[in-house]
């Protein structure tokens, strides 16, 4: 359906057939929030929801992109540099990605490109990196035989948001959507970039994505001063630790970080960040023993520190968990992703979700006033070329 659809988009933009397909999915996290830029372990999986994109090879040296989602449109020369302008809107986030695989010694061509995503939009679901990856894959398929490693193209993304975009992300998004797998979450170590695939079995069970419809834009948010907090706390710190990152602080210290750090503020981020670290590995191994009671309280708890000590989160993602959390067939809930609006997610009992998301959804626009938006997908595998069936 959305591939016919997609492809008739294509047809009425340019007049021809595309010759590739793709798809780019989007991400939850379940747990190990605001932790892979501090050298934690994070634990997210990509999801069936994401980015389609079609595409054909241009004989020129011109990119010429349209969006179903938005009346921006437009064209990249890849023959001038290619500069951030705030006008473009989404398409930095293309020509983010063609700067950046450009700058890394891989060929690059004229493309016409067609996109449709069905994520909503400023979710925190991770809109902009499975944008990324996709046109990455479109590059690699289309101009370099598929022979990019995909951890390139990951990069390529990270980039894109740091040097290009301006928001000091870690790596976490670009590398589910690069290297996701079906039915499975990923156990990422942001600080060697070891990773381990972990069969996502929630038997009765299933997560509800949960959007508050509060849109964030991450790049005037304080996701940044968060970073710099961080960065700060750290130099402090190492004056007596000697540690690379905040996660490999030992956890029985605080009482020694709180003395050293001196502004209150410091210091809750640093409490949030090693105990958030733990609890990624407290989850994992919850799902490996069916624990799911267990990995429901590692849930709630990762939120009330995002609320408390990191404070990312706003009345929208507490409404919305709370309400969540206080139904009987929820094991736990929290935000996912950068937080300051966007999504949550509530471990459901699955028979029951129909009544959970009923009940939820009235508290939320009695509390908040206007509604929240509930949806339940499938874990996806990673960025990838689909067949062009006629
Ligand atoms: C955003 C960033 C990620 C990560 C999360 C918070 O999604 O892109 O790198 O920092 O926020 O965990």
């Given at each position: 359906?959305?591939?016919?659809?997609?492809?008739?988009?294509?047809?009425?933009?340019?007049?021809?057939?595309?010759?590739?397909?793709?798809?780019?999915?989007?991400?939850?996290?379940?747990?190990?929030?605001?932790?892979?830029?501090?050298?934690?372990?994070?634990?997210?999986?990509?999801?069936?929801?994401?980015?389609?994109?079609?595409?054909?090879?241009?004989?020129?040296?011109?990119?010429?992109?349209?969006?179903?989602?938005?009346?921006?449109?437009?064209?990249i020369s890849?023959?001038?540099?290619?500069?951030?302008?705030?006008?473009?809107?989404?398409?930095?986030?293309?020509?983010?990605?063609?700067?950046?695989?450009?700058?890394?010694?891989?060929?690059?061509?004229?493309?016409?490109?067609?996109?449709?995503?069905?994520?909503?939009?400023?979710?925190?679901?991770?809109?902009?990196?499975?944008?990324?990856?996709?046109?990455?894959?479109?590059?690699?398929?289309?101009?370099?035989?598929?022979?990019?490693?995909?951890?390139?193209?990951?990069?390529?993304?990270?980039?894109?948001?740091?040097?290009?975009?301006?928001?000091?992300?870690?790596?976490?998004?670009?590398?589910?959507?690069?290297?996701?797998?079906?039915?499975?979450?990923?156990?990422?170590?942001?600080?060697?970039?070891?990773?381990?695939?972990?069969?996502?079995?929630?038997?009765?069970?299933?997560?509800?994505?949960?959007?508050?419809?509060?849109?964030?834009?991450?790049?005037?948010?304080?996701?940044?001063?968060?970073?710099?907090?961080?960065?700060?706390?750290?130099?402090?710190l190492q004056?007596?630790?000697?540690?690379?990152?905040?996660?490999?602080?030992?956890?029985?210290?605080?009482?020694?970080?709180?003395?050293?750090?001196?502004?209150?503020?410091?210091?809750?981020?640093?409490?949030?960040?090693?105990?958030?670290?733990?609890?990624?590995?407290?989850?994992m191994h919850?799902?490996?023993?069916?624990?799911?009671?267990?990995?429901?309280?590692?849930?709630?708890?990762?939120?009330?520190?995002?609320?408390?000590?990191?404070?990312?989160?706003?009345?929208?993602?507490?409404?919305?968990?709370?309400?969540?959390?206080?139904?009987?067939?929820?094991?736990?809930?929290?935000?996912?992703?950068?937080?300051?609006?966007?999504?949550?997610?509530?471990?459901?009992?699955?028979?029951?979700?129909?009544?959970?998301?009923?009940?939820?959804?009235?508290?939320?626009?009695?509390?908040?006033?206007?509604?929240?938006?509930?949806?339940?997908?499938?874990?996806?595998?990673?960025?990838?070329?689909?067949?062009?069936?006629?």
């Open positions: 359906m959305q591939l016919k659809f997609l492809k008739q988009f294509f047809f009425e933009t340019f007049a021809a057939k595309p010759e590739h397909l793709f798809f780019s999915p989007s991400r939850i996290n379940i747990v190990g929030e605001h932790i892979d830029y501090n050298g934690g372990k994070v634990f997210p999986c990509a999801i069936q929801i994401g980015t389609y994109g079609a595409a054909r090879k241009r004989g020129d040296n011109v990119i010429k992109l349209v969006s179903k989602n938005f009346s921006h449109y437009g064209e890849l023959n001038e540099e290619i500069l951030y302008q705030e006008e473009h809107q989404w398409m930095n986030y293309p020509m983010g990605v063609v700067r950046s695989l450009k700058e890394r010694g891989y060929s690059v061509g004229g493309m016409d490109i067609v996109v449709w995503g069905n994520i909503p939009n400023g979710a925190g679901l991770s809109s902009s990196a499975s944008l990324e990856l996709l046109i990455g894959e479109m590059i690699n398929q289309l101009y370099n035989d598929g022979t990019i490693p995909k951890m390139e193209l990951v990069y390529a993304g990270k980039d894109t948001e740091n040097k290009f975009i301006g928001l000091q992300s870690g790596i976490m998004d670009q590398f589910v959507i690069g290297m996701g797998r079906k039915d499975n979450a990923v156990l990422l170590d942001t600080n060697t970039l070891d990773f381990k695939y972990v069969p996502l079995n929630l038997h009765e069970y299933t997560f509800v994505i949960m959007n508050t419809n509060k849109r964030r834009e991450l790049k005037d948010s304080k996701y940044n001063e968060r970073r710099r907090e961080c960065d700060k706390a750290l130099e402090i004056q007596e630790f000697s540690v690379r990152n905040l996660c490999e602080l030992p956890l029985c210290d605080c009482e020694k970080y709180k003395k050293l750090l001196h502004e209150e503020n410091l210091y809750k981020r640093v409490y949030h960040v090693i105990f958030e670290n733990q609890r990624v590995y407290l989850a919850a799902i490996k023993e069916n624990r799911l009671s267990d990995l429901g309280k590692l849930l709630s708890e990762s939120h009330r520190s995002l609320k408390e000590y990191y404070e990312v989160t706003g009345k929208e993602l507490d409404c919305i968990v709370n309400a969540a959390q206080s139904h009987a067939d929820c094991l736990g809930a929290r935000m996912t992703g950068a937080g300051f609006g966007g999504c949550a997610i509530a471990l459901v009992k699955k028979d029951k979700t129909d009544q959970f998301i009923q009940e939820v959804s009235k508290k939320y626009t009695s509390e908040i006033g206007y509604e929240a938006e509930f949806l339940i997908s499938g874990i996806s595998d990673s960025v990838h070329e689909l067949p062009v069936v006629e």
